[in-house]
């Protein structure tokens, strides 16, 4: 493989699993967020904020983890015939099947560009009684849909390696 393309894998490796690790702790955020929402709610003062603050962090928990969660291959799939397939033979598939992913991720991803667009321009916000601005919600999502589409590149990248015989 050309060393442009092992630099490339590692590096966008290594920006997953960075932000996956973060993504990680979001989940104490939200946590958090809950656990104020129940302390307001028995003091009879509830927080507008807090359900629609706890939605967005999981949403960015999600899709700032979903990278991570492609390279490091812990994602559901059915293995009722491709546990059987020899390491070559799995690359072949995911070589063959990336495609489909990435497909999907760029139609996602202009589509998740266009909405953030809109909501820079329009300053959308949610139409709740607190009100938030939707733009940095978009932007996490965008941001998402692109390094997912870069990570679906280097594990192709990887599998044609795995075809050649060679380890990145």
């Known amino acids: 493989m050309p060393r442009f393309l092992v630099r490339y894998v590692h590096f966008i490796e290594a920006v997953t699993r960075r932000l996956g690790r973060f993504a990680m702790y979001l989940l104490y955020v939200m946590m958090a967020i809950m656990v104020w929402s129940m302390i307001t709610k028995f003091a009879h003062i509830p927080a507008l904020w807090t359900l629609e603050m706890a939605q967005f962090t999981l949403v960015a928990y999600y899709m700032l983890g979903a990278p991570w969660t492609m390279q490091s291959e812990v994602n559901v799939r059915m293995d009722l015939i491709y546990a059987r397939f020899t390491h070559k033979g799995r690359a072949l598939t995911d070589a063959l099947t990336v495609f489909f992913l990435m497909t999907?991720?760029?139609?996602?991803?202009?589509?998740?560009?266009?909405?953030?667009?809109?909501?820079?321009?329009?300053?959308?916000?949610?139409?709740?009684?607190?009100?938030?601005?939707?733009?940095?919600?978009?932007?996490?999502?965008?941001?998402?849909?692109?390094?997912?589409?870069?990570?679906?590149?280097?594990?192709?990248?990887?599998?044609?390696?795995?075809?050649r015989g060679e380890k990145i």
Not at 121 to 131: D, F, I, K, L, Y
């Open 104 to 163: 999907y991720l760029a139609i996602m991803l202009y589509g998740a560009f266009d909405s953030t667009v809109y909501s820079f321009e329009v300053g959308e916000r949610n139409p709740t009684a607190w009100r938030p601005v939707l733009w940095p919600l978009k932007t996490i999502i965008t941001f998402s849909f692109a390094l997912m589409l870069l990570q679906a590149t280097a594990l192709l990248i990887r599998d044609i390696a795995t075809l």
